[in-house]
Structure formats: C-alpha cells, structure tokens
C-alpha cells in the first residue's frame, strides 16, 4: 500500500498534506466569493432555486455564500444596511429575513 495517502487524525491534529488541501480550498472558496460584485446579490437571487429553508443553505455553494451575505451585509454602516432593505424586492417567503441577520 505504499504511495497512498493516510488522512487518519490522531489526536487532535491533520496530516501536514490534508492541512494544506484544505487551505488551498478555502483560499480559493474566499478569493472567489471576494470577486463577487458589489453591493451583493440578497441569497433569493443567487440561488433562486432555493426556498428560504432549503437544504441547499446548509450545504455546499448556498450555505457558503449565505456566510459570506450575512458577514458582508453586517459589515455595512446602519445607513447602508438600511437603503439596501428598501431597495430590495423581498419575496414573500423571505419577508423579515434580512432583519434577522441584523444585530
């Protein structure tokens, strides 16, 4: 069996090779969500296909993206925060959402 990769953990650390694929992936998951565009598209329009309590936001793609929504729109002065909710056409299944999310 030589050659092959073990991804066993021991204790409480990764192997030095799993540690570095790893951030490798997130590099490139945070460079690509970085070259979003400005101001960020609300999570019903990026992925349109999903309900407000799709699987999809807890997995993959749509929970990846609804993260980075959340921290961008809550990096946003109180003023901006606000201008975008009413500027933003919310469908009725998401009504209250982006309040949610606020502190």
């Known amino acids: 069996m030589s ?3 073990n ?3 021991e204790g409480e650390t990764l192997p030095p090779e799993l540690l570095a694929m790893l951030k490798e992936k997130s590099q490139a998951m945070q460079k690509a969500l970085d070259a979003l565009p400005r101001p960020l598209a609300p999570p019903w329009q990026e992925f349109p296909n999903y309900s407000r309590v799709s699987m999809g936001w807890r997995m993959g793609a749509g929970e990846s993206y609804l993260d980075y929504f959340r921290e961008w729109f ?3 002065p109180k003023e901006d925060r606000q201008a975008y909710l009413m500027a933003t056409a919310i469908p009725d299944g998401w009504a209250g959402w982006l309040e949610t999310i606020q502190p």
């Open 74 to 76: 809550l990096s946003l």
């Open 3 to 5: 050659g092959e990769k």
């Open 7 to 9: 991804w066993k953990i």
